[in-house]
């Protein structure tokens, strides 16, 4: 890791502010199994988790060996949403955190802006973020790994990217903050990312509040 001046963090949402990822991974799950596609919970979480839905439903399309319904799509965002706005609750220390920064700091997301505030608004962080600090990787139809959400977040925030941490909890969003010239710190509970360099690993969100909340050096 860089030893380079923190003036702001961009968080990823799903999986790394709120625990969303176990529950839209079962209803995918549940839901491409309709489809004649047998998929475990683990290798979803291995695969999936992270990743722009265009690109998972291509490969559900590669294994079962035909295209998907037109609706595959609404149908899954619909169940999707419905079980978010029962269940997503926030990753321990995640309210801690963010109300510790002095830091600017935003949420840039692969997701859409719908679901990233209704996961917000569930689970009582949305008064943290105004409107104008969420960013959806929809809006510039480029998601992660690319890095051209992260890099619009930091323009937006007017910090350099080399200036700017991002917190991810996926190998896509960690390639994305990487490729983007950003100080990456991993929330690796699980101990899945031990292979890759350059990047700080953390196993609770509570391990930043000393790094962050301190703001920047004068």
């Known amino acids: 890791m860089k030893n380079v001046e923190i003036q702001a963090v961009i968080f990823d949402c799903d999986g790394t502010l709120v625990d969303s990822e176990t529950h839209s991974l079962a209803v995918l799950v549940e839901h491409v199994a309709e489809f004649g596609l047998n998929i475990t919970h683990a290798e979803a979480m291995e695969r999936f988790a992270g990743n722009e839905l265009s690109v998972v439903f291509r490969e559900f399309e590669q294994r079962l060996g035909h295209s998907l319904p037109e609706t595959f799509l609404d149908e899954f965002r619909h169940r999707q949403m419905s079980v978010l706005e029962q269940n997503v609750t926030a990753i321990d220390g995640a309210h801690e955190l963010i109300g510790s920064l002095s830091l600017p700091f935003c949420v840039a997301s ?35 790994p690319r890095p051209d959400l992260f890099l619009m977040a930091a323009e937006a925030l007017g910090i350099p990217p080399e200036n700017c941490a991002v917190v991810e909890d996926s190998h896509f969003g960690i390639d994305a903050g990487l490729a983007a010239g950003m100080q990456v710190f991993a929330f690796d509970p699980h101990n899945k990312f031990s292979a890759f360099n350059d990047i700080t690993r953390i196993a609770s969100l509570n391990e930043l509040q000393p790094v962050f909340s301190a703001g920047p050096a004068h």
């Open 110 to 144: 692969n997701a859409p802006l719908n679901k990233i505030n209704l996961c917000l608004t569930t689970t009582g962080l949305i008064p943290h973020f105004h409107e104008s600090r969420i960013f959806s990787a929809y809006q510039i139809n480029a998601w992660k």
